[in-house]
């Protein structure tokens, strides 16, 4: 049986909780055998720990750890959260008030191009305040789940550097 290792194409099914102010676990994710989570071993994108973690685990085998924030997506960074023009959103000189609305991700491009999403956290009359830390900075992630598959990856996936077919990336 295949263990997981890199370049492995990994599907698991997990629940992401994680430390509320109180101290407490709260369920925010859930990816079930219907929607499992598939990808590509050492170059999904996920935080280095998080695979460490799964690594040398097989279909079958569950799984329950945490991740700091160091561990993860660092902490909640104060200065991720900017004041932004409000005509930078007008399209054709209109604002798309249904795509601009509080708690809403929009993709946006820094001066240098590079993209990343950002939550409106608030609207006022001249600006919109976004957030662009990522949703789960500054949190501790608790996973508990199961690997349901392990396998070698095709030549395209590797080349692509993702996962193809179901629950992977369709061209």
Sequence with gaps: ????????????????????????????????????????????????????????????????????????????????????PKNVFEIDGQIDSEMLQVGNFLPMADNQGHHMQGKVVEIGNDSVKMDFNHPLAGMVMHFDGKVAEVREATREELDHGHVHGEGGHHH
């Design 1 to 84: 049986m295949a263990q997981i290792s890199e370049n492995k194409v990994v599907t698991i099914t997990y629940d992401l909780s994680v430390t509320d102010e109180n101290q407490e676990k709260v369920l925010v994710e859930s990816a079930e055998e219907d929607a499992p989570m598939v990808f590509l071993f050492g170059q999904s994108g996920l935080p280095e720990e998080f695979e460490r973690q799964l690594d040398g685990k097989q279909a079958g085998d569950e799984f329950s750890f945490s991740l700091t924030p160091e561990q993860a997506y660092g902490d909640y960074d104060q200065q991720a959260v900017v004041d932004i």
